[in-house]
């Protein structure tokens, strides 16, 4: 079935170094790609998205890559502050009728921890 | 706006006991989620709903129900709880068509003993 998988599951970096978080899915069909962000005890929160017609894609200090070939993307965050430890969730679309709507697959996370 | 809003934010149940989620999004969006979320695991998709009066399964959909009677409310039932869905359950909405972004709200901590 199709499946997304995240890596790292934990990732702890010095504020001001980057963070990268990469993820791989098994779906040729999916055509879009979010980045979600969940602090604790909240839900999460879109910051960033592809599509498949786009390599790459920046807002301030996060972009995110695509590799349709490989089937991988990846989440880049630059300069990083201790507000950006947070849960970070990939996720991958893909079809499921032709009414349009698209079911999301996610990963299993990434906990990020950004020590000052 | 309030976004995408639900009720309640805890509850603890007995095992075999019933109950209700209910999910309100203030934007107008077609299609509607619900989604649990277990440690390891992401986000696993329930039941959705692309429209009032439409509910379909997803990826988990034993042991629940869904109802989509306004367009702006969608509710996730659980007739005979069990201690496997002891979980956070999200929902999320978003505005159909070619709009793909899915927004959520601040979930519904569920632990059934």
């Known amino acids: 079935g199709e499946n997304v998988e995240q890596h790292p599951s934990t990732l702890s970096v010095q504020e001001g170094d980057s963070a990268v978080i990469k993820c791989t899915y098994s779906d040729s069909a999916s055509n879009y790609f979010p980045w979600y962000k969940q602090e604790l005890g909240k839900g999460p929160q879109l910051i960033i998205d592809?599509?498949?017609?786009?390599g790459e894609k920046k807002d301030q200090r996060i972009a995110v890559t695509l590799n349709k070939t490989a089937k991988h993307f990846s989440l880049h965050i630059t300069e990083t502050q201790p507000e950006d430890s947070a849960v970070y969730f990939c996720a991958a679309s893909s079809t499921v009728f032709s009414g349009g709507y698209n079911k999301l697959i996610f990963g299993a996370g990434t906990r990020l921890a950004v020590h000052p | 706006n309030a976004g995408v809003t639900q009720t309640p934010k805890f509850r603890v149940l007995k095992t075999g006991q019933s109950m209700t989620l209910l999910c309100a999004q203030d934007m107008n969006h077609e299609y509607m989620y619900w989604y649990r979320q277990d440690p390891g695991m992401g986000l696993r998709l329930i039941h959705y709903s692309v429209g009032e009066g439409t509910t379909a399964k997803g990826e988990v959909p034993d042991g629940y129900n869904v109802s989509r009677l306004k367009k702006q409310n969608f509710l996730l039932g659980l007739e005979s709880a069990a201690p496997s869905q002891t979980s956070v359950y999200f929902c999320?909405?978003?505005?159909?068509?070619?709009?793909?972004?899915?927004?959520f709200g601040p979930g519904t901590r569920l632990t059934v003993t």
């Open positions: 999320a909405s978003s505005l159909g068509g070619n709009s793909y972004e899915q927004y």
């Open positions: 592809i599509r498949s017609n786009v």
